[in-house]
């Protein structure tokens, strides 16, 4: 019988490659390849562990359940289930939330993303030696501001080093909706790619780079299936629910750079008790929710730049 995995309920690009070790899993459970649902393709297109990906309008899914061994890993976001309980987003690793919708944990071993690109397309300009940015507004908790990434390419710029930036204006659909346009602005020294790029290209691009530098997004765990230098820019939500695994580790050529406040307050329950007076899962934050001016989690330029400094 065939085996059919719909994660078509995650529309976020990380949400989604952060099914492919629950993928990889039910590939190895059962000794063949997965039928998946998505809306998007291309994470899929390549991965050795499935047969064929299809989109979520594409299909009579109460069919495929009928006749198929059906799995749904990422149903019931921002919703409690007959028991009464939601599954929290900021609460809970981000691949085991895949993993515990269909009943099993996976091991830190077992965490590793699965992306296979399309082959690199050659860039006119690409600096042979750069670091690569990624400037994109999401919500506030997890958004840098514009003006730190415009100073932080500045001041690479002034030490001679070629600054590339990638990203893609999007939206995010669901229980919580979100608009996520980039930061385009000119760079004297580099590559302005935002915009031109799909998936595997950006996968090429963070390979190449120097280092990448980004928030909670799509294109961190893209990273995650790379080699490449990773500088994690710290937000609300806990480090290990969200840092790429690789090799069992979340800190190989990882580097987590916080600020000043690390208490993680949208990974931590007891701000939905204050709120609703139970363990509510917590929306994306819009503000503080210790009611700071601003978000003390986010990291300054001058930290970043440092740790820039120490990689490369």
Not at 169 to 185: L, R
Not at 258 to 270: Q, W
Request: glycine residues 6%.
């Amino acid at each position: 019988m065939e085996i059919f995995l719909d994660v078509s309920e995650a529309k976020a690009i990380g949400d989604t490659i952060a099914c492919t070790p629950t993928l990889r899993k039910l590939y190895q459970s059962y000794g063949k390849k997965v039928y998946v649902v998505s809306h998007h393709l291309e994470i899929f297109e390549n991965n050795p562990y499935v047969q064929k990906c299809y989109l979520p309008n594409s299909m009579n899914i109460d069919f495929v359940k009928e006749k198929t061994i059906y799995h749904n890993s990422f149903c019931g976001l921002g919703k409690k289930n007959e028991r009464g309980v939601e599954y929290k987003h900021n609460n809970m690793d981000i691949r085991q939330f895949h993993a515990v919708s269909l009943g099993f944990m996976l091991s830190p071993y077992e965490m590793d993303y699965d992306f296979v690109p399309r082959p690199y397309v050659p860039i006119d300009e690409l600096p042979e030696k750069y670091v690569l940015i990624h400037p994109v507004q999401n919500w506030p908790s997890r958004t840098w501001e514009a003006k730190k990434w415009m100073e932080l390419t500045k001041r690479l710029n002034e030490d001679g080093i070629s600054v590339v930036s990638v990203g893609k204006d999007s939206s995010e659909t669901g229980f919580f909706n979100v608009n996520k346009p980039t930061f385009n602005f000119e760079i004297s020294q580099g590559i302005n790619m935002m915009n031109k790029t799909d998936l595997s290209q950006a996968w090429h691009l963070i390979d190449k780079s120097m280092c990448f530098i980004t928030m909670d997004s799509g294109l961190l765990h893209l990273a995650g299936a790379t080699d490449s230098e990773i500088i994690y820019l710290g937000s609300s939500i806990k480090y290990e629910f969200r840092a790429p695994y690789r090799n069992g580790s979340q800190t190989y050529k990882i580097h987590h750079v916080a600020g000043g406040c690390k208490i993680n307050c949208a990974s931590d329950m007891k701000y939905g008790v204050r709120e609703w007076g139970s363990i509510q899962g917590i929306a994306p934050l819009i503000g503080c929710l210790e009611k700071k001016e601003t978000f003390e989690c986010h990291p300054s330029v001058e930290q970043v730049y440092h740790k820039i400094k120490e990689i490369i």
